[in-house]
């Protein structure tokens, strides 16, 4: 559907599990403007040059921005958030394939109980849980430059190393928890024994918040990690929110007839 203004053309997107619109804006002959959701407050907005890039300015795990309001919990925001990524991924590869990577400013969160104002901040639970983000597994994404990549990675290593995990006792975690989340420290202050036991049993810090993160309920998880989870990461890894990740497949036109 193409509105009043010739160079806007709006677009309903059916994924999946959603439906949503999606806002085009030819501003130049070779860039164009993108967004999903409000307009003061897109959830996802990029721009297409027509070289070889497209920079998404904002990805943002806003559910509210769907037509269709499916609340199924944990995460939910999160996989609105791929679907979206998956329907632009698809719309660049099949109407510019001359875009080849796709850079990103990765500001996903988790909010509680649909609270914005009380999120807990997707980058660092992820790297926190499962040593990457969730574009560096799904989408192969990479940091530039090279060297910055293999220091982040090295990081990410050595925080989820045995060897770092043995050189912070309990009571070191629990001191983080305790000066940051009153709600996680009286979780941990009621069983003390039992996650005392669970992280000393634990290979590493990402199995024991894997492990802590199963004892709490699912409503309750962002909660719990937020503030003091974010501080531990920061303090232990370098990170960055500009992510680049190629498109695919990628096509290139090797015979025209005529």
């Known amino acids: 559907m193409t509105s009043q203004e010739d160079n806007t053309r709006y677009l309903q997107v059916q994924t999946p599990h959603y439906n949503f619109e999606m806002k085009m804006t030819k501003k130049e002959e070779l860039f164009y403007y993108f967004s999903v959701g409000d307009d003061k407050m897109p959830s996802l907005e990029g721009s297409i040059l027509l070289d070889d890039t497209v920079d998404l300015t904002t990805i943002d795990a806003l559910q509210d921005s769907s037509v269709e309001d499916i609340n199924k919990g944990y995460l939910n925001t999160h996989t609105f958030g791929k679907e979206v990524l998956d329907a632009v991924i698809f719309l660049i590869n099949s109407q510019f394939p001359s875009i080849k990577t796709i850079i990103l400013n990765d500001r996903s969160y988790i909010p509680y109980r649909n609270n914005t104002a009380d999120i807990l901040d997707l980058l660092t639970y992820s790297i926190g849980l499962y040593k990457k983000t969730w574009y560096e597994e799904k989408l192969n994404a990479y940091i530039l430059p090279k060297e910055m ?59 024991f918040f894997q492990k802590l993160s199963n004892t709490i309920k699912v409503e309750e998880k962002c909660k719990f990690f937020k503030g003091w989870l974010p501080q531990l990461i920061h303090s232990k890894i370098t990170l960055t929110r500009e992510w680049h990740f190629d498109i695919y497949p990628k096509v290139k036109i090797i015979k025209d007839i005529k």
């Open 149 to 207: 990549h293999e220091e982040y990675r090295r990081q990410v290593e050595e925080y989820a190393s045995k060897d770092t995990k043995d050189k912070l006792p309990f009571f070191h975690i629990y001191h983080i928890i305790r000066m940051n989340n009153v709600f996680a420290r009286d979780i941990i202050w009621s069983s003390m024994e039992i996650y005392e036991k669970m992280y000393e049993e634990s290979e590493s810090l990402p199995e």
